[in-house]
């Protein structure tokens, strides 16, 4: 490891970060074995401890790179994270551009290699995160250690294909006759040919690296240039959407440009998960040794408010670099260099904000799941405390009044008991009629066939649009029964839940059973992402551009990965209702089966207490015996959540 790698902020708070969500996820999985020992919550509570934690373990940062074309992202990249190659580890000179988006990560076992997924998969009907898991989709290059081989050996990204124009119209990478004007309708490609077109030779490619920064957690995206976000699609709706955090290259010369402006405001501006920098690329090419160096600055630092300002931003989020002469500096030894290039800043900002906002998501995860379980879990050890108090009161009362009244006590309990019996038989019956309203009114309206009946009709509608405004039509159409069948389910949960708690309540108030503190399940806020996603998308339909006749490749791909987001959205949203359902279940079994223990419990020792009253001091000590353990498993659940409130800030 080079020594400026071992000192690298971002380095430093990676291994940082990784060791906290070790922590929490230790406290987690503390947590599950705790909640399990207790027994008072169903398994489904501990299996969603279980599954945050892994999900915190495995968890990684992964850090898109986007910008316009030639705006220096692949040396950016090779600046911040590849300078110990001793040369240029991305190709990035000229005519040697980066021609598909590019997942630099950690090499599993520290074994390296370069997977490419050849361009003509994007007539397949399948996403490419899909395609991750079919190995025979992908080209497998060997990998050489040495660092310059490797370096050239990913000059194979840059590669381009030449191919008839009907292929590439197909594959969605030309536009159609229709939006071609007559005098360029035989596209000519200098190498090829009239009626050939030069395409990238590769739909994506992922590179798996020994490197401390990507080992640590770090999944760098280098994407190709901004028009690729129309031309592939879940680039957009995927990739650049579910990166945690963003560097958003500007040319210092430009500025924010129109396009960048356009990209920024409909798929970077309104993401609220994801934190993103502006990097003020290429500031050497204002530097002057005929000018002032102070009227350098001066230049550098207005078009930095500029953009701040233009983009509506904090000015700590814009870093004026040069990546070019970062990694020049870094290559040479060059420490005043290094510095002016403003490479250690980005570096600085990638550590002090990236890093930290990913963390702060995860803690507001794991702060939700704690206050429920933990708070569950402390307001039924109360509960159990007072009745345990109570019946302790009962005997000692019991003891001091006289023993002619032992046996009417103990008829009016076997009476209760038999009463509890005979409604909790009903309550089951009804628990069934639950379930079909469950079927009929929440899940029936989420069914995957449903949805699938759905996508196959307005995919059909789709290709048959011959206008932008048909297809933004049949978009707006897809989401308005999609949200429809989405209303059916929330006025279903609503029903279920109305029917649920009105049943309950009668159990409860004739014995005292617990409150039903279990919240509904909140499909509401689910409700405002699904409308926030049909915006997005229908806005993403009118993007378009594209002819829309029924071969293009685009509106097909477009369509199906808007479909396909929104089909695992509504599935996602099923199963998390089943399991509300579920969790509401056994909530209601475990209260009505603690009390029946418990009265069986109390009428057994009445039993015993009308044989011989001398044996109320024994079961008196028998409950302060269970009080002392339900104090312990009070002190044990109060630790954990104290130590888990400490990691979580």
């Not at 490609?189 to 957690?217: N, T």
């Not at 019991?398 to 005979?422: A, I, T, W």
């Not at 309203?437 to 996508?455: A, G, K, M, N, R």
């Not at 929104?566 to 089943?578: F, N, S």
């Amino acid at each position: 490891m080079s020594d400026w790698v071992r000192s690298s902020p971002i380095l430093s708070s990676l291994e940082s970060f990784a060791l906290w969500r070790a922590e929490l996820a230790d406290s987690l999985h503390q947590l599950a074995e705790l909640t399990s020992e207790l027994g008072l919550l169903p398994g489904g509570s501990i299996l969603r401890i279980e599954n945050q934690a892994f999900a915190i373990e495995q968890d990684t940062l992964r850090l898109a790179v986007v910008g316009e074309f030639s705006r220096g992202k692949s040396e950016l990249i090779n600046a911040l994270f590849f300078a110990d190659m001793g040369q240029r580890f991305l190709p990035t000179s000229s005519g040697q551009t980066t021609m598909c988006p590019v997942e630099i990560r950690g090499a599993p076992q520290g074994r390296p290699g370069l997977q490419l997924l050849p361009i003509s998969t994007r007539s397949m009907d399948v996403s490419i995160e899909k395609l991750k898991r079919a190995g025979s989709a992908w080209t497998r290059m060997a990998w050489e250690a040495d660092g310059k081989a490797s370096g050239s050996r990913l000059k194979v990204l840059t590669e381009t294909i030449c191919v008839p124009i009907e292929e590439a119209r197909r594959l969605g990478l030309c536009p159609p006759l229709n939006r071609v004007s007559k005098n360029r309708e035989n596209t000519v490609c200098p190498s090829c040919g009239l009626g050939k077109v030069l395409i990238p030779r590769w739909r994506h490619a992922m590179l798996f690296l020994p490197h401390p920064i990507l080992d640590a957690g770090l999944t760098v995206l280098d994407t190709p240039g901004l028009n690729a976000i129309g031309a592939e699609p879940e680039l957009t709706f995927s990739m650049l959407a579910e990166a945690e955090a963003v560097i958003f290259l500007l040319g210092v010369d430009t500025g924010v440009t129109q396009s960048d402006l356009i990209i920024w405001e409909q798929y970077l501006k309104k993401n609220t998960k994801q934190r993103q920098l502006v990097v003020l690329n290429k500031i050497d090419t204002l530097w002057d040794e005929l000018r002032d160096p102070f009227e350098i600055a001066e230049e550098i630092e207005l078009q930095a408010e500029r953009t701040a300002t233009r983009l509506c931003i904090d000015r700590a989020q814009v870093i004026p670099v040069s990546g070019q002469k970062g990694l020049l500096a870094r290559i040479r030894g060059d420490v005043d260099l290094l510095e002016r290039s403003g490479i250690p800043e980005l570096e600085r900002a990638v550590a002090d904000l990236l890093i930290p906002a990913r963390r702060q998501q995860l803690a507001q995860q794991g702060q939700q799941l704690e206050q429920q379980i933990l708070a569950e879990q402390q307001v039924l050890l109360q509960d159990q405390a007072q009745q345990l108090g109570k019946q302790i009161a009962e005997l000692i009362d019991l003891k001091e009044r006289s023993s002619e009244k032992v046996p009417k006590l103990l008829r009016q309990h076997q009476h209760r008991l038999s009463q509890f019996e005979e409604d909790r038989q009903q309550f089951e019956l009804r628990k069934r009629a639950f379930q079909e309203l469950v079927q009929e009114l929440l899940l029936l309206p989420l069914s995957t066939s449903t949805f699938d009946l759905l996508i196959s009709n307005a995919k059909s509608e789709m290709l048959s649009a011959w206008t932008t405004a048909g297809i933004v039509e049949r978009f707006h159409s897809f989401f308005a029964e999609a949200i429809r069948q989405f209303d059916a389910a929330l006025a279903g949960a609503e029903r279920v839940n109305e029917e649920i708690a009105k049943e309950y309540a009668g159990l409860q108030g004739r014995y005292a059973l617990p409150a039903l503190r279990t919240l509904p399940y909140a499909m509401l806020p689910r409700r405002a992402e699904l409308l926030a996603m049909a915006e997005s998308y229908e806005r993403f339909g009118m993007m378009l551009e594209i002819a829309v006749n029924t071969q293009s490749a685009v509106v097909r791909k477009a369509f199906l990965t808007v479909a396909g987001k929104v089909r695992d959205y509504i599935v996602e949203t099923r199963r998390d209702a089943q399991a509300w359902v579920d969790e509401v279940m056994g909530v209601l079994n475990q209260y009505l089966e603690s009390y029946r223990d418990k009265a069986q419990e109390e009428l057994r020792a009445l039993e015993r207490i009308s044989k011989t009253l001398e044996s109320i001091d024994t079961r008196v000590e028998l409950l302060r015996a269970k009080q002392d353990v339900l104090a312990e498993q009070g002190r044990s659940l109060a630790r954990t959540a104290e130590r888990l409130r400490a990691i979580l800030g």
